[in-house]
C-alpha cells in the first residue's frame, strides 16, 4: 500500500500514541468508522504504553528523544516531552480501518483540544506547504492520496491507494464525520462483538478483508486448496472476531468466527463437522527437534463432502477422492531437517481404514500424469516409492506406504528405513504441546530447534546476525483450534518478563547498532 504522502502526518501521532495513554473509554469518535469497514483494530493505548516500559528516563523514550531530535530541536521532541499540549486525547483508544470500496485504510482518534491539535499540525508539517483548510464543519489538510480531518473532538485520516481528486478525498471525510450512528459501524453485532473483547488490541475482519489481505501479502499461493478453498466460500456475513495480549513471556492471539446470520451459521457448522479431538497418537515418533509441525483428527469421508455440497467444488479424480475418504482419525506432519543443499526432510503420518486406496493408486499408475523423469515403483506390499517427485531436486524421492493401521510418507530414505520407530527424545509430553489439549488442528514452528541448525548458526555470523538476535527471543509458535475458537502463541525465552517490553528492549539495542542512536 502507498502511503509514503502520508508517513509524515500519522507518524508522529503514532509514535505519541504508543508513548502516553489513559484508561480507554468508549466515545461517539467511533461513529465516524463506517458501517460498510471490511476490517477494524482497535489499540488499548494505555495497556500498550504499560507494557513497553516506555517513560522518561528509560532507554526506549531516549532513544526516541534522540530519534526526534536529529541534533536540534524539534515539534516533536517538544511533544514527547508534553503530549498534553498536542490535542490528542491520548486516554481513548484509536481505531484503524479499511474499506475497499472508498479508501484502504483510515484512522480515528479523540481530540481533546482542537485549537492545541490546529497548532501541532501547522507546526509538524510547516503551514505553507500543507496549509489547514476549512470544510463544512470541520477542518482538513490535504496531501498526496490522502486527507487529514477533524472536528472539535475527533481527527479522522484516510489514505487511498489511488490519487484521488482533492475534492472526492474532501467529500468523503465530509460523509464519515456528519454520518449518523445507523450509518456507522458502532451498532452492528460484529463491531460490540469486537468492542466486548479483552486484550491490548481488538479486531474484527469480514472475509472479503481477509481474503485481500491473503492475497496482497501471497500467501494464498502457499495454502492447501482446503484453506484457500474454505476462505473463498466464507459468506460475507462471517466476521472474524479476536484480540491480542501481550503477557508475559509470550505473545497471545484468540480469534474466532461469527455467524451474523442463519446462512453463515450453518456453514460454519459444516466447516467443523469433519473434525474431531487430537488426541497425539504419533507425538512418540517425532523427534523434539522436529522444526515444524501439524496435526489434525479429520473425517476424510465428511471433509470431501464438505467441499462438494458447502463449497461446490472438488477434485474430479476418483482416485485422489478415494484416498482423502479413506482417512480416519488423526493426521501428522513433521518437517525434520533443513539444508540449503538438499530438499527438506518431512515425514507424515495418519490413520486410515485399509491400503486399498493407495494400492488402487499403484494400480492405476498410469493415469496418474506423472512425467517422463517419474517412476512409481512397488517396494514391498502397500509399500511405494515416486523417484524424481519432486522438479526442484533431482533424484528426490517420495517414500509412501501403509503399516500398522496407518499411513505413511516421507522424501527421506534414513526414515523411510525407521519408518514407525520411536523417536528418543520424542515430541510425546514435550512443552511444545502445552496448548494442544483440547485442539482439532494445531501447529507448531519449533524456533528454539531452528536455531539449532548449521544453516542459523553460520548466519549468525552475517549481517542476518541482527535479525537471528531478535528471532532468538522467541522459543516456539504455536497455533491450534477447537472448531469454534482460533489461539496463538508466541512463545519467548524469558517467561518472566512482559513480552512487550523484553520486544521494545531489543528494538532499541537494535536501532543503537544499526542508527547509532
Known amino acids: 500500500m502507498e502511503m509514503k504522502r502520508l508517513i509524515p502526518t500519522i507518524m508522529p501521532a503514532c509514535c505519541l500514541v504508543l ?4 484508561c480507554s473509554e468508549k466515545s461517539s469518535y467511533t461513529q465516524l468508522i463506517p458501517g460498510d469497514a471490511s476490517s477494524v483494530v482497535a489499540v488499548n493505548l494505555q495497556s500498550l504504553t504499560e507494557k513497553a516500559g516506555i517513560s522518561s528516563g528509560t532507554p526506549a523514550y531516549e532513544s526516541l528523544q534522540k530519534a526526534f531530535s536529529s541534533g536540534k530541536d524539534t515539534p516533536l521532541k517538544d511533544l514527547l516531552a508534553s503530549p498534553d499540549k498536542s490535542g490528542i486525547d491520548f486516554s481513548k483508544d484509536i481505531y484503524i480501518f479499511t474499506n475497499s470500496t472508498s479508501m484502504n485504510i483510515g484512522v ?9 491539535w490546529t497548532a501541532t499540525l501547522t507546526e509538524m508539517n510547516d503551514g505553507e506547504k500543507n496549509p489547514i483548510s ?6 482538513y489538510q490535504l496531501s498526496d492520496k490522502s486527507i487529514l480531518a477533524y ?17 472526492s478525498l474532501i467529500a468523503m471525510a465530509g460523509r464519515l464525520i456528519h454520518q449518523t450512528e445507523a450509518q456507522s459501524i458502532t451498532g452492528k453485532e460484529a463491531f460490540k462483538s469486537m468492542e466486548s473483547e479483552k486484550g491490548d488490541i481488538r479486531f474484527m475482519a469480514a472475509p472479503n478483508a481477509l481474503q485481500s489481505a491473503f492475497k496482497t501479502s501471497g500467501y494464498s499461493r502457499m495454502l492447501p486448496y482446503p484453506y484457500t478453498s474454505t476462505l ?30 442463519e446462512e453463515s451459521r450453518a456453514f460454519l457448522e459444516a466447516a467443523v463437522k469433519p473434525y474431531g479431538k487430537i488426541e497425539g497418537k504419533f507425538d512418540k515418533l517425532f523427534p523434539s527437534s522436529t522444526l515444524m509441525y501439524f496435526s489434525a483428527n479429520v473425517n476424510g469421508s465428511e471433509l470431501t463432502s464438505f467441499y462438494r455440497q458447502q463449497l461446490k467444488s472438488a477434485d474430479n479424480n476418483q482416485l485422489m477422492e478415494a484416498l482423502a475418504r479413506s482417512v480416519n482419525g488423526e493426521v501428522t506432519f513433521g518437517l525434520l531437517n ?51 517427485a519432486a522438479r526442484l531436486f533431482r533424484n528426490m524421492s517420495l517414500f509412501y506406504g501403509y503399516k500398522d493401521g496407518r499411513f ?9 528405513k525407521t519408518i514407525g520407530k520411536e523417536s528418543s527424545p520424542s515430541l510425546k509430553g514435550s512443552s511444545y504441546l502445552d496448548n494442544r489439549k483440547g485442539t482439532s488442528l494445531y501447529s507448531l514452528i519449533n524456533v528454539d530447534a531452528a536455531l539449532q541448525l548449521p544453516i542459523a548458526k553460520m548466519a549468525a555470523t552475517t549481517p542476518a546476525g541482527a535479525f537471528l538476535q531478535m528471532v532468538g527471543k ?10 469454534d475458537n482460533g489461539h496463538v502463541e508466541i512463545v519467548l525465552t524469558d517467561s518472566k518478563e512482559n513480552s512487550l517490553k523484553q520486544l521494545t528492549d531489543l528494538m532499541v539495542q537494535l536501532s543503537k547498532l544499526e542508527f547509532n542512536l
Open 108 to 116: 480515528v482518534a479523540r481530540l481533546s483540544n482542537a485549537s492545541d
Open 232 to 261: 473463498t466460500a466464507l459468506p460475507a456475513s462471517c466476521v472474524t472476531v479476536g484480540n491480542v495480549s501481550f503477557e508475559k513471556g509470550k505473545i497471545v492471539v484468540d480469534a474466532k468466527p461469527l455467524g451474523l446470520d
Open 338 to 388: 533443513f539444508s540449503l543443499t538438499s530438499m527438506p526432510a518431512f515425514v507424515i503420518y495418519g490413520e486410515m481404514k485399509s491400503p486399498d486406496a493407495l494400492d488402487a493408486l499403484y494400480q492405476k499408475k498410469d493415469s496418474l500424469g506423472l512425467k517422463r523423469t517419474q517412476k512409481l515403483v512397488k517396494l514391498a506390499d502397500h509399500e511405494y516409492m515416486i523417484e524424481n
Open 151 to 167: 472536528t472539535e473532538d475527533a481527527l479522522l485520516i484516510c489514505s487511498n491507494e489511488r490519487r484521488t481528486p482533492e475534492d
Open 408 to 416: 505413511y510418507a516421507t522424501n527421506d530414505e534414513m526414515v523411510y
Open 474 to 483: 522467541i522459543s516456539y509458535i504455536s497455533a491450534g483450534s477447537n472448531g
Open 134 to 139: 476549512q470544510g463544512d464543519g470541520f477542518s
Open 19 to 22: 508513548l502516553f495513554s489513559a
